[in-house]
């Protein structure tokens, strides 16, 4: 596979390290979220046939984190963000 | 060594004689033969015994398809199992063997198989080894494993090195026919970066095996004039002897190039083989089509072929299949077999054409509505009986049978995404399905257009359509002159009559019987008939067979042929070796050693070294005069807890940690808080997964007030360097915090012991008196004018420090440490030592971090703050994670001090019946103490803070160990912590 790195360009998803569902970006504030809210953050997960979105890393690379959005049908990339650019677009600060 | 079966013409070098021998004897070749050429030329038409009935088997084809003819090439360590004699290029001293046949390939002993085929049929081993279960390991298997079975492995290393390389191109083309060669051209000339592969020696596909004209001149030449002027281009790249075995995402394909199989020993520096991955903008799918037999009794005799590989051993190669060669076919194409045997002068007995009608050939004879249905020779084919349209039999002595069914596309590598082929009628077979890799066409023959016309018209096209994709302005250029004659097949899978076995697969043996079977016991969806018989599942992946099996299902279940499907085809699309795959990764190359600083001085001292992760560590170091590990491990324990030791500690993982948020940073990625931590001192810290698990832990130093540095344990470098970077970019954007690995830009050294202040005193500038240089003190420090970082922190439980310099200078510290620990006696040790130290103190570590324990369970739960949020804070309170009765650290050892323990162990009550339901923990760590005189150990048991002081067992059916224990505090050595603060 071929990551289309926003800053790097193409390069080749052997680079990269994979997580997950990029929901992850959503984790709930400890000191106001119950046990609940963090047992739906870290356990449940989408599984689409289609269009899919996950966080993967550039370790052999710049350590960017991405939000790549791929078909887990196809493989194709749909595109690809950096995963802080994501994570400030939905709220998130400090 | 006469080649009573050369006859003229070919593209062989017959100035060039190349000796090679097969089953010891020897024979003579020419230079462009295969081994199956050069033994057909030869009159040798046995090559190799079946895999399951060791049926006598000869070549079937004359390319890569070949299910029969597969042989030992070469001798000793380069001896290579299963490689076909139909595109084994011919070389002086070729050393050939055929496999699976005992104790000669003439008089094959395990033939008894044959014999007993009405017991082998298909799912014979499901319905018979199916019990008694214990028999399948010890008796079942090793008998079948012996009796069936291709070649074997010479068990050395092997000699040669292979190689891994990247190419990108804008369009490859995977086939150098006349379709691969026309895309090529086109794409070439209109300036795009082309890769033309072609498995074979010779580029130009059947254009080698034809007497087809092109363009005016003869195909051959005209392949010759073609890749002359792509070898002209500087942005083609042509090559030859390389398979495109895989389509991967994203325009993405593996080549195998070899690059010396067809050398007796590699050239100096070069690679046996290649694996390449080649990046495509765009690909154009040209690998032509494979031709597939008609079934009928025992048609698996030596010298019974393909039709057009008859013809292409006599038009490539000059070889003729037998002094007297017989055709039988459903279709035109076998026609041209006979006609181009004749113009050759071969003898052609008849023509056994299955369709009624028609022009009869001229000058041979052509019978038609007729079918071959059995066939005679045991070791070669002597004869053949057919079925005349008039419905008499007639026997025809042939030494050479030639079977067209028709010719399939191949489309393996369009399937490599599951994309599903779709069935075509008018030429009777399966052509690319919608769905393929993105970015790839096919054309030519593998995309149905069987003629040479069609070919080339398809080859340019789909060039011309990759062109315009990638944006690149080409005009169709006028198309070379080439025969377009259609198939005209009447489609005949397999003869009706007759008793016998009539072959389908003939790499797996599989017969229209098994299929039959299959049908009979209800296995007839195409995935279930594959398993059930075994259809298409051995190394050719059923090239020549799988479509006849698929039709003859068909007929048997009155389905059509779409409606019945097929399978697919899934990389790679011919074997390939190990070799290749490993590349150079072998030996250490598979996993290189990381070496910490002091490595060179440890190996002048025969330190022992162990690995740890990637890095190799120094484990012990033994001195003269002891002779058992204990005895150097023990020696250097007591020595650093009576004077001074000294460990390199490097490989722990560190982090710097830069920022104004980098406190706030910390207490988000840490249970514990660092916010507070004064600067210039170190705190330990204990790091959770979010689910509450301890992941991690270190101590972390403030080295000013927006400076922190962080170790990790060795194991979790990486890691934990990767969730802080989550941490930092995807949860917290906005922190203004800095990260970045130094691991390797320090040499870290642990002095440890009570002269560990005195020792460092003599080499670093700075006072480190207790005062000023306080318990858990951290600082920047220099060394002679070096600088360097100093930490008071102690894993060891002695007044001990960690010294850090720039790694180029870690061998010169080491060699410091040690001359001016001279007068203290100071000695290093290794990570055993280390490992005892930490044990006496209760310190945990690998065995007690094992992914499933949490803060609480290791006697850490006070350190979870609940005043802030940190990963992992709120789902460590989880109810089942926080009973009473849960797992807790505690120590442990054995009431008698003589008694053995071991790692692993698990506490049952005295008295208590040792099975699962007693089991209250077990022990993670275990060393003997010197300090204390005998084994201690480290242990989870359940509600364990409640039961020190309770004796137990602890019992290990590993070791077969079980001992009376007491449960103890797992802090063994010095409680309060006073020789810390000393």
């Not at chain 2, 081993?125 to 012996?146: N, Q």
């Not at chain 2, 069609?454 to 994709?469: H, I, K, N, R, V």
């Not at chain 2, 201690?936 to 290990?956: E, H, S, T």
Request: glycine share 10%.
């Amino acid at each position: 596979m071929i990551i289309n790195h926003p800053i790097l360009g193409p390069r080749d998803a052997q680079e990269f390290v994979y997580l997950g569902d990029a929901n992850l970006i959503n984790r709930p504030d400890g000191m106001t979220a119950g046990i609940e809210a963090f047992h739906d953050y870290l356990y449940n997960r989408d599984n689409p046939a289609g269009a899919h979105r996950e966080l993967w890393y550039h370790e052999q690379g710049d350590r960017s984190w991405l939000v790549v959005t791929r078909n887990t049908l196809t493989h194709e990339i749909l595109k690809v963000e950096l995963a802080r650019d994501v994570a400030k677009a939905q709220g998130r600060s400090k | 060594m006469k080649q009573s079966n050369r006859i003229s013409g070919g593209q062989i070098d017959r100035s060039t004689s190349l000796h090679f021998t097969f089953d010891g004897r020897s024979y003579l070749g020419h230079a462009g033969d295969t081994l199956a050429s050069a033994l057909l030329a030869n009159g040798v038409r046995l090559m190799g015994r079946s895999f399951k009935y060791h049926r006598p088997r000869g070549p079937l084809s004359a390319g890569s398809e070949e299910p029969n003819a597969l042989v030992h090439l070469r001798t000793g360590a380069r001896q290579e199992p299963n490689t076909r004699a139909t595109v084994a290029e011919l070389f002086d001293g070729l050393h050939a063997t055929s496999q699976n046949a005992w104790p000669s390939l003439r008089f094959d002993s395990m033939a008894i198989n044959d014999r007993l085929n009405s017991f082998f049929t298909a799912g014979f081993y499901y319905k018979t080894f199916m019990w008694p279960a214990a028999f399948w390991e010890k008796i079942y298997e090793p008998i079948i494993r012996r009796a069936a079975g291709l070649g074997a492995l010479s068990k050395e290393e092997d000699p040669d090195e292979y190689d891994k390389g990247f190419l990108h191109c804008d369009i490859l083309v995977i086939g150098a026919g006349p379709a691969g060669l026309m895309a090529a051209l086109t794409a070439g000339r209109a300036g795009a970066r082309v890769i033309l592969a072609d498995e074979d020696f010779r580029m130009g596909g059947r254009l080698n095996a034809e007497t087809y004209e092109v363009g005016g001149m003869a195909g051959a030449d005209w392949a010759s004039a073609a890749v002359a002027e792509l070898m002209s281009m500087p942005h083609v790249r042509l090559m030859l002897r390389t398979t495109i075995v895989g389509a991967f995402d994203h325009g993405i394909y593996s080549a195998v190039e070899r690059v010396s199989d067809h050398l007796a020993v590699p050239a100096a520096g070069k690679p046996r083989q290649t694996l390449w991955r080649i990046y495509s903008k765009r690909a154009i799918l040209a690998g032509g089509a494979t031709e597939r037999p008609i079934a009928f009794e025992n048609n698996d005799r030596p010298g019974i072929m393909l039709a057009g590989a008859v013809r292409a051993y006599a038009n490539r190669w000059g070889v003729a299949a037998g002094d007297r060669v017989a055709i039988f076919t459903n279709n035109d194409d076998g026609l041209r077999t006979a006609r181009d045997l004749q113009a050759k002068g071969v003898d052609v007995a008849a023509v056994i054409d299955s369709r009624q009608g028609g022009d009869l050939l001229a000058g041979i004879r052509h019978l038609q509505g007729a079918q071959v249905i059995d066939s005679s020779g045991r070791l070669g084919l002597r004869s053949v009986t057919v079925r005349l349209a008039s419905g008499a039999t007639e026997t025809i002595s042939c030494s050479a049978l030639g079977v067209s069914g028709g010719w399939n596309p191949n489309v393996n590598i369009t399937s490599h995404h599951r994309s599903r082929p779709e069935w075509r009628s008018d030429i009777a077979a399966f052509v690319p399905g919608a769905g393929g890799p993105a970015g790839l066409t096919a054309a030519g023959a593998a995309s149905g257009a069987l003629s040479t016309h069609g070919a080339l018209a398809t080859g340019q096209a789909q060039a011309l359509a990759a062109l315009a994709d990638l944006g690149k302005a080409a005009t169709a250029g006028e198309l070379p002159r080439a025969e377009d004659a259609p198939i005209a097949i009447s489609p005949l899978w397999y003869v009706h009559e007759g008793k016998g076995r009539a072959w389908i697969d003939q790499q797996n043996d599989v017969t229209v019987k098994d299929v039959k079977l299959a049908h009979q016991e209800n296995f007839t969806a195409v995935e279930h008939l594959k398993r059930y018989t075994t259809l298409g599942m051995a190394t050719d992946q059923g090239k020549t067979g799988n479509v006849l099996g698929i039709a003859i299902m068909a007929e048997l279940t009155g389905q059509s042929i779409p409606a019945t499907g097929t399978t697919i085809y899934r990389p790679p699309y011919t074997p390939v070796a190990m070799g290749a795959l490993a590349g150079r990764s072998r030996g250490r190359e598979f996993k290189p050693f990381r070496l910490t600083p002091s490595h060179k001085w440890a190996a002048e001292q025969g330190a022992v070294f162990v690995e740890v992760g990637n890095w190799l560590r120094t484990q012990w170091v033994p001195k003269a005069g002891e002779t058992t590990w204990r005895e150097s491990v023990d020696r250097e324990v007591l020595a650093t807890r009576r004077s001074v030791g000294i460990c390199d500690v490097t490989t722990l993982g560190k982090i710097d940690i830069q920022g104004t948020d980098a406190g706030a940073f910390l207490d988000k990625v840490y249970a514990n808080t660092f916010s507070t931590l004064a600067v210039g001192k170190c705190r330990y810290g204990l790091m959770l997964r979010e689910d509450g698990i301890v992941f991690d832990d270190g101590t972390t130093a403030r080295m000013g007030p927006h400076e922190y540095v962080m170790t990790t344990t060795t194991a979790n470098a990486v890691t934990v360097f990767r969730h802080l970077e989550y941490c930092r970019q995807v949860l917290w954007p906005d922190l203004d915090v800095q990260i970045i690995s130094t691991t390797e830009a320090w040499a870290q050294f642990s002095v440890a012991g009570p002269n560990a202040r005195r020792l460092l005193q003599k080499i670093v500038d700075q006072d480190i008196s207790d005062a000023a240089f306080p318990y858990m003190g951290a600082g920047n420090i220099t060394i002679g004018g070096l600088r360097g970082r100093l930490f008071r922190i102690s894993f060891s439980g002695e007044l001990a420090y960690e010294i850090a310099v720039p790694t180029r200078y870690g061998d010169a510290m080491i060699r410091k440490l040690m001359a001016a620990g001279a007068e203290f006696d100071a000695i290093v040790y290794g990570t055993e030592a280390l490992g005892v130290m930490r044990i006496e103190k209760g310190h945990v570590a690998g065995g007690e971090l094992n992914g499933q324990s949490t803060a609480l369970n290791m006697g850490l739960g006070k350190m979870v703050s609940k005043k802030k949020d940190s990963i992992g804070m709120v789902l460590s309170q989880r109810e089942g994670m926080n009973r009473d009765d849960g797992y807790r650290l505690v120590g442990v050892k054995p009431v008698d001090p003589k008694g053995s323990i071991s790692a692993g162990s698990h506490f049952m009550e005295i008295g208590a019946p040792v099975e699962l339901a007693s089991d209250g923990g077990w022990l993670t760590s275990k060393v003997f103490s010197p300090h204390l005189g005998c084994d201690i150990a480290l242990g989870y048991l359940k509600a364990g803070d409640q039961k020190i002081g309770r004796k137990m067992r602890a019992v290990n059916f590993l070791t077969k160990t079980d001992t009376i224990v007491e449960i103890v505090s797992p802090h063994f050595f010095d409680p309060e912590g006073e020789r810390l603060r000393g």
